[in-house]
């Protein structure tokens, strides 16, 4: 057995609906800009040419159904999101084979700190300030895709105190989640316990603590987070 210098970290384990099993996660990719709407709202044109990825960390997702108001912005954003979970990867995977690697999916909140983000944007600066601090993506459990089917369209709504925020369908995503799957295995080498978040429709807009978000997709039933 490996002897360790300092305390290990803990895995980051995911709660999976209906079974005391959990999910092991190894990273964490995220898309830019996948729903048009989105994309219109944040000054870009949708387009098809290029999708862009960048990476929060493991143990920033968080089942615990609270966030808390970060520090260093005034200007916290939610961005409702589906989840996938790959239950094994590869590289070069084709567009039709991509589905055979999903796990699961579950509700998951890509909460960003907008000021800082619009400021590393502008300097031409990575995103990490702005998208990876702590807790910054609450998830709810996973639904496996034995259960789900797989999900290519659904309405995906997000409210905030009661009052419909966000509302898209799976339908609107740009890149639909097997090309997300094999444009990344053809950079990168995915593997079980990867997880994707597959982007949010339109109507991202800030929230105050005490808000309480509910995320709702068809299938993978409500995600519930109160702002602390
Ligand atoms: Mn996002």
Redesign the pocket.
């Given at each position: 057995m490996t002897e360790f210098a300092i305390e290990t970290p803990p895995i980051v384990a995911l709660p999976i609906a209906g079974s005391d099993a959990k999910f092991p996660v190894r990273r964490v990719y995220?898309?830019?800009r996948?729903y048009a709407a989105h994309a219109i709202e944040m000054g870009h044109d949708p387009d098809r040419e290029q999708p862009f990825f960048f990476q929060k960390n493991p143990n920033n997702l968080d089942p615990s159904g609270t966030f808390p108001y970060p520090p260093h912005s005034s200007d916290v954003h939610h961005?409702a999101?589906v989840a996938v979970m790959l239950k094994s990867g590869g590289t070069n995977i084709p567009i039709d084979a991509a589905e055979s690697h999903i796990f699961g999916y579950a509700l998951s909140l890509?909460m960003?700190r907008r000021d800082l983000q619009g400021a590393q944007k502008k300097m031409g600066r990575p995103w990490e300030i702005g998208?990876a601090f702590e807790r910054s993506a609450p998830v709810g459990p996973i639904h496996p895709v034995t259960e789900t089917g797989l999900l290519n369209e659904g309405a995906v709504v997000l409210k905030v105190n009661g009052e419909v925020r966000q509302e898209g369908d799976m339908n609107q995503m740009i890149w639909k989640v097997p090309e997300m799957i094999s444009y990344l295995s053809d950079y990168f080498e995915l593997a079980a316990g990867d997880v994707i978040?597959s982007?949010?429709p339109s109507g991202v807009g800030p929230v105050q603590r005490g808000d309480v978000m509910e995320l709702f997709v068809d299938g993978l039933g409500v995600l519930q987070v109160k702002v602390t």
């Open positions: 995220c898309i830019g996948n961005e999101e890509d960003t998208k978040l982007g949010t």
